[in-house]
């Protein structure tokens, strides 16, 4: 049997502007979330090349680019998409319910 994750509110949809990065933490750890598409993603807020803040760069559509060399990363899955970044981000498992954005420590 497999124990359930736990999930802990972080934010509200109405709170991630589609447009801008929205920060949060848990764990003592920085998180980017994203609201496009009409779906909240996840991603760890610093970038694996340069250690900025990927809410301080922009996105469009599903990537967000960093603010300090332009490297690129694909929001979905962490995936790096332009140099100079190369190492990919974690990405986290995101609940919604009601207009709250949840995420489970256990990810952290």
């Not at 993603?41 to 559509?61: P, Q």
């Not at 899955?77 to 498992?93: E, S, T």
Request: hydrophobic share 40%.
């Amino acid at each position: 049997m497999t124990a359930s994750k736990t999930w802990v509110k972080v934010a509200r949809v109405d709170d991630i502007d589609p447009s801008v990065p929205y920060l949060v933490e848990l764990n003592n750890r920085a998180v980017a979330l994203y609201h496009t598409h009409g779906i909240v993603y996840a991603t760890d807020d610093t970038c694996s090349h340069a250690e900025a803040s990927l809410c301080e760069g922009e996105y469009r559509g599903y990537i967000v680019t960093c603010p300090r060399h332009g490297g690129q990363f694909d929001i979905r899955n962490g995936q790096a998409v332009k140099m100079p970044a190369i190492a990919p981000i974690d990405v986290f498992a995101v609940r919604v319910e009601d207009g709250d954005v949840f995420l489970s420590p256990e990810d952290m």
